[in-house]
């Protein structure tokens, strides 16, 4: 059974991400509907705030991402990746602006990511962690 | 179906799922009656400052502020400093009341009041007061919800329908989820409405242009004299100024004051009875339920004080006010409706037409704004009835299982009853649900006693309350209604004197409480009361370092009233220049009064925050304070005894009877 600590850190981190995250989604498709980078831009930035937020809970409660939490974050991040390409290949009203807005966006999402696992993990310690798997 | 209606179906979906899976999460962790009624007593301090924020102010500050500043202007948006006043009273009482909670083991504050006066006669006055919350008021609240609903879906829904799916949706995850639920969901709903009212705003300074255009537009609508009011008695624009300090008129559908009903002493007045809100029963479950004092000082300075009050200043004047710029460029029709819901509802369909996922998530924001208060007063009110009236009267011997299954018998029959006035006697609904303001600011007194005053007696409290109460039922339509009936013609009308029904139910009791007080001291009771005091003031009282700053807190609290929400306040209406002078004549750029509005909104905060922190009302500033007091395991006094007293069952059969002569006045 979860503890209180436990149901109140997944109170935070769902509320965080249904209120922030739903926004940062309809800004984004609002940008790309419209072609206007600079909604869709606010909608990156404001699921990067998101996860931000994530961040802090996480300090808060301690304890970092649960499994279940890095699953969904990837399972929701390759869904993303993988409609943005189809909409590139196949759709023709796909514009340029969309396509900048696309590579902006998840380069930004990517970047913080990697921003999050060198500050937690350091430079070294995180490319050790490729090594030790290799070497083994 | 329209693709805006289909991203409402999808984000209320959404919405009540995230709902119910909080309430079934809360079933999980509710064990016994303890964790059912309040979250055992362990809601964490960032959960108690959004959900009351959000309990506070509800549908009231997204549905009905906006509507009323665009029908009354500057004057109406004078109440915005509400966010100043409603968490004052929490100052006053909350950490008092949660100490008592700690010590005590009260789960009510029928329960306190009861135990603090040895008046079983309070508990029932209690009970009358938190049932007027809880049904003919929040009765209004789901007809909103219902009607705003009808409004965004361009009436494929119907109102009613909608109503009564919305009200299922939030019995079912209280029901089974209790407090601890309601708080968890609160927490989103809180947000979600704070963020709407800003992204409401946003668009409608953006629609008008900028700020600067906006104010622009309002110079050129301050030289008119246009609107329901027309011009005040000096010759401005209703819209743009207070209509006096007190207007001594007959009251609403008698005698209409000159230039708009919101004169100095109506909000004043109007301000107790907002203030009534975080006095009424329901929100002592709030204090009850905190695991400690930490969320209540951050909850009235930042959350509420600060945060709300900018946002009912910056964002909802926009929203009020900006209707009429928007309306004479030729917005969408909806814009043209005023009543509950109908401006937000007008806003959020014109947001829609162009992004349907924007509007729906407004739309949820609007509901969960409705819906923070609707649980919250299911929930408390179905606690109040369980400890109030089953265990109290009908099973003392209740265990934690029979309660539980009580409060959830509550729960239901509160929304039913909401539903059925809601649905068959609307216009009933709103007589009564108009008391309830009034009704909670009547506490007032009651809570000070057992806080701060323990010269105040059990007759003076009991008494004051009880004609308190009844100036209240006088001063509104009810009272008129009820006097008509009986084949009195009342001389006076709505608000009298442009007083609200508050101010004129906490002038008599008051009066009453004091005067009797005075004549009916015993020294047994007082040692009673006393025992109590000796509590509060051995682990709440102001260190003797800080004595010396008690007047400046008494005069810093009765300033901000006096210039913020009382008497001189008239002096905003041309201070930083006449309201038809033009843009060029404005000080601040903006409208005297609003510039007025920010100077007392920035300084209540500064007052607020000098009364929660530095005055230590809402912190234990002392580090090593236990939290933990032993628990007074004595058995409810009156409970044993309360079966079998004959004055007991005789009051609950002229309960009963008073309720089956209302229900069948109602429905006929």
Known sequence: MATIKETERRLAVVTTWSLLGSFGLGCLLSGFHSDNLLIGLAGFVTLMGSFVAHIVINRIYGGGFRAGEIAAAFIAFGIAVLGFLTGWLFDPAFSVTDARLGLMGFSALIVSFLAYLVTKHGIRRRFSMFHQTHNR | MSGSIVWLAAAVAAYWAYCIYWGVV?????HSAGDYFLADRGLSPWIIVLAVTGSSFSGWVFLGHPALIFRDGLQFAQLSLAAITIPLTGVLFFKRQWLLGKRFGY????????????????????????????????????????ALMQVLTGGAVDGTLAMWALAAVVFLYVCIGGLRAVAYVGTLQALLMAVGLVAIGLVVYAKIGDFGAFNAALAKLGAETTGPWG???????????????????????TEAPVGGPWTASMILTYSFALMGIQAAPQFSVWAFSSKSPKGFAPQQVWASAAVVGFILLFFSVAEGMGAHILRGGG????????GAGGLTGGYIRMIGESAPWF?????VAALAGVQIITAAFFSTGGTILARDLYRAYLNPAADDRQQKLFGRIGVGLIALADLLTATFSPQVETQLGALALGFGAQLWLALAAVCWFPWLTREGVVLGLVVGLVAVVFTEPF???LAAFFGLDLPWGRWPWTIH?????????????????VFTQKPEDRAHRQGFHAFLAEHAALPAQKRPLRPVAWAAALVWLFFGVGPDLVLGNDVFGPPNGGIAAWTLGIPSLWGWQFLWWALGVLMIWFLAYKMELSVFARRGLEFYFPQDTRP????????????????????LGGGAAVLHWMFG
Request: charged share 5%; net charge neutral; glycine share 14%.
């Open chain 2, 107 to 146: 789960v009510t504050s029928g329960e306190m009041l009861a135990d603090y006066f040895s008046s079983p006669l309070l508990r029932l006055l209690v009970m009358l007061v938190a049932v007027v919350f809880s049904v003919p008021f929040l009765g209004m609240q789901l007809r909103a919800s219902g």
């Open chain 2, 331 to 338: 917005a969408p029709g909806g814009l043209e409706q005023t």
């Open chain 2, 359 to 363: 509007g729906s998530l407004l739309a």
């Open chain 2, 501 to 517: 029904s508050a101010g004129w139910g906490i002038f008599f009791n008051v009066a009453i409480g004091l005067l009797v007080s």
């Open chain 2, 636 to 655: 409810v006094a009156a409970g044993a005894a309360a079966a079998t007293d004959w004055r007991h069952w005789f009051l609950g059969a002229v309960l």
């Open chain 2, 26 to 30: 809360g079933a999980r962790l509710s």
């Open chain 2, 479 to 481: 009272g008129t209604s």
């Open chain 2, 231 to 253: 011009g005040t008695a000096r010759g401005y624009n209703a819209y743009f100024a207070i209509p006096g300090v007190i207007q001594f008129t007959a009251g609403l559908g």
